[in-house]
């Protein structure tokens, strides 16, 4: 299996940024193979695609309401994955969780369901 463990989250004002360390971990764990992403979950409401980030290539794709404020890297010999938070809105305040995914044939890498691994969250919080 892979283990991930996320950090970085804390409170932020509005205007300001944040940066978030996803580690991966795991025998198993191949960068050929491997896609991992950022999804976020506001309280009361469902789990939410934020960006990822394909292991080989680094190809990257961004939810709207991310997109131009938001960025996700990885750096390929060390297992991380990280995403720039800039321009901090109130409504970024979620847990943000790091997945990580085998690609499959048809691979929907906005959907929680596709992905095989979870870390724990960490909370990011922004006030106005």
């Known amino acids: 299996q892979v283990q991930l463990a996320e950090s970085g989250g804390g409170l932020v004002q509005a205007g300001g940024s944040l940066r978030l360390s996803c580690a991966a971990s795991g025998r198993t764990f191949s960068s050929t193979v491997m896609v991992m992403g950022w999804f976020r979950q506001a309280p009361g409401k469902e789990r939410e695609f934020v960006a990822v980030i394909y292991w080989t290539g680094g190809s990257t794709y961004y939810a709207d309401s991310v997109k131009g404020r938001f960025t996700i890297s990885r750096d390929n010999a060390e297992n991380m994955v990280y995403v720039q938070m800039n321009s901090l809105k109130s409504e970024d305040t979620a847990v943000y969780y790091c997945?990580?995914?085998?690609?499959?044939?048809?691979?929907?890498?906005?959907?929680?369901?596709?992905?095989?691994?979870w870390g724990q969250g960490t909370q990011v919080t922004v006030s106005s």
């Open positions: 997945a990580a995914a085998h690609p499959r044939s048809t691979f929907y890498y906005d959907q929680s369901s596709q992905y095989d691994y």
